[in-house]
């Protein structure tokens, strides 16, 4: 069966600093994964995903993701942060059968102090 | 950008009571789906809905629960007699087609079962 751990519930981080969301996963099959971030008041908005190819994926406002199949992880980072970012980020994995749910994490909360 | 909207943002029942959680997905989308998150824990999923039809429930899913698209507009996830443990963040979502893998998601109704 497919799992998500997200260990950190919530990291604090002063703005401009770095930051690391760890999130592992567990599934025997291949894997498609997403980082998904909800912003105070709003839905689940998509961040980035890995289907293939590049093991590296980047989003439109600094993040990045990396899917390490060896330790089956795939952290989001931030080199620097602003007060903007803070939010709950939920990583979800998908199976690339037929289903088409996502099993999402418990949600790390990032909260950015200035 | 397109939305999927739900209404309404918080519902407070009895215990014993019926609920309706409306949403209404974005308008050319195809699949539909009903997420919980209960306070702390997950966001499980609960329901996937394709050609008027359920295409997968989870174990949560029980004979307590139904969904429905009544107009081709509305999503509906409809509680019959809620217990103190449906008390949740319920999210819905719809997804374009059977090949796009980003989810849009709603802001969310808060239920409260007392």
């Known amino acids: 069966a497919q799992s998500v751990t997200q260990l950190d519930s919530q990291v604090p981080v002063f703005e401009e600093a770095p930051v690391e969301l760890r999130c592992n996963y567990s599934?025997?099959?291949?894997?498609?994964l997403f980082w998904y971030v909800q912003y105070p008041n709003q839905g689940l908005q998509l961040l980035l995903k890995y289907l293939s190819g590049s093991t590296l994926v980047e989003s439109i406002n600094g993040f990045e993701a990396e899917f390490n199949k060896s330790q089956t992880s795939f952290h989001l980072r931030k080199p620097s942060v602003h007060i903007s970012d803070t939010a709950e980020y939920f990583c979800?994995?998908?199976?690339?059968?037929?289903?088409?749910?996502?099993?999402f994490g418990t949600g790390t909360l990032l909260a950015v102090q200035p | 950008e397109p939305e999927v909207t739900q209404t309404p943002s918080h519902q407070v029942t009895q215990m014993g009571q019926e609920v309706i959680l409306r949403c209404v997905p974005i308008s050319n989308h195809l699949y539909f789906y009903w997420y919980r998150q209960i306070l702390g824990q997950k966001v499980e999923f609960l329901v996937s809905?394709?050609?008027?039809?359920?295409?997968?429930k989870s174990e949560i899913f029980d004979d307590q629960f139904s969904v429905e698209r009544p107009d081709g507009s509305n999503f509906t996830l409809k509680i019959r007699s809620t217990k103190l443990e449906d008390s949740a963040m319920y999210f819905c979502a719809s997804r374009k087609t059977g090949g796009d893998e980003k989810l849009f998601f709603g802001s969310g109704t808060q239920l409260s079962v007392l």
């Open positions: 809905f394709y050609n008027n039809e359920i295409s997968e």
């Open positions: 979800a994995v998908k199976n690339g059968g037929a289903t088409n749910k996502l099993i």
């Open positions: 599934s025997s099959v291949s894997v498609y």
